[in-house]
T-cell receptor, first 110, second 117 residues
Framework: TQLLEQSPQFLSIQEGENLTVYCNSS?????LQWYRQEPGEGPVLLVT?????EVKKLKRLTFQFGDARKDSSLHITAAQPGDTGLYLC??????????FGTGTRLTIIP | GAVVSQHPSWVICKSGTSVKIECRSL??????MFWYRQFPKQSLMLMAT?????????EQGVEKDKFLINHASLTLSTLTVTSAHPEDSSFYIC?????????????FGPGTRLTVL
């Protein structure tokens, strides 16, 4: 059973557009992470959020943790072809293992 | 940052043979390592958690006799796929947890693509 549902599952947009990816759960997490994975490689950590309502920015990427720590979003401004990849959220509950979301495959068209 | 390596990066084997995949933490000690499996266009699914010096804990539905895990040192864990079959073909990714970090961060290896003919 997937505890973390991501939407959309697939997203293909033009270079320069903005987009938001959502990560939702009915469970409360002590921390939530976002990863990007490229084909044939392992996932690379982008950010960790731990406080409800927390917002973190990484250049053109903005991450937000929901107030209740059950959901998160990733917003990309002015997407570039280099942003193409599989984006995965992953949540950790206290003293439990990391659980990955269903994934969002993003394609940026030049 | 912390680096996790895997070897081999890809392997092709015949059905019925066994394959061993190594996972190493290169610049930190990892008391806990995790093994994930990822099928095409899907997310990562945790197979097992291995703690140094003790038996691995397997997730529901993962056959422990088929996927043998050994975590003999603080920097090395191995996954052996025994009597491999075509349905075992997948991308296997290991991860090591760095307990010295504030968030108990996990670092992921680059993955091993297994193809069973």
């Amino acid at each position: 059973t997937q505890l973390l549902e991501q939407s959309p599952q697939f997203l293909s947009i033009q270079e320069g557009e903005n987009l938001t990816v959502y990560c939702n759960s009915s469970s409360v997490f002590s921390s939530l992470q976002w990863y990007r994975q490229e084909p044939g490689e392992g996932p690379v950590l982008l950010v960790t959020v731990v406080t409800g309502g927390e917002v973190k920015k990484l250049k053109r990427l903005t991450f937000q943790f929901g107030d209740a720590r059950k959901d998160s979003s990733l917003h990309i401004t002015a997407a570039q072809p280099g942003d193409t990849g599989l984006y995965l959220c992953a949540g950790r509950r206290v003293n439990e293992k990391l659980t990955f979301g269903t994934g969002t495959r993003l394609t940026i068209i030049p | 940052g912390a680096v996790v390596s895997q070897h081999p990066s890809w392997v092709i084997c015949k059905s019925g043979t066994s394959v061993k995949i190594e996972c190493r933490s290169l610049d930190f000690q990892a008391t806990t390592m995790f093994w994930y499996r990822q099928f095409p266009k899907q997310s990562l699914m945790l197979m097992a958690t291995s703690n140094e010096g003790s038996k691995a804990t397997y997730e529901q539905g993962v056959e422990k006799d088929k996927f043998l895990i050994n975590h003999a040192s603080l920097t090395l864990s191995t996954l052996t796929v025994t009597s491999a079959h075509p349905e075992d073909s997948s991308f296997y990714i290991c991860s090591a947890r760095d307990f010295s970090g504030i968030y108990n961060e996990q670092f992921f290896g680059p993955g091993t693509r297994l193809t069973v003919l």
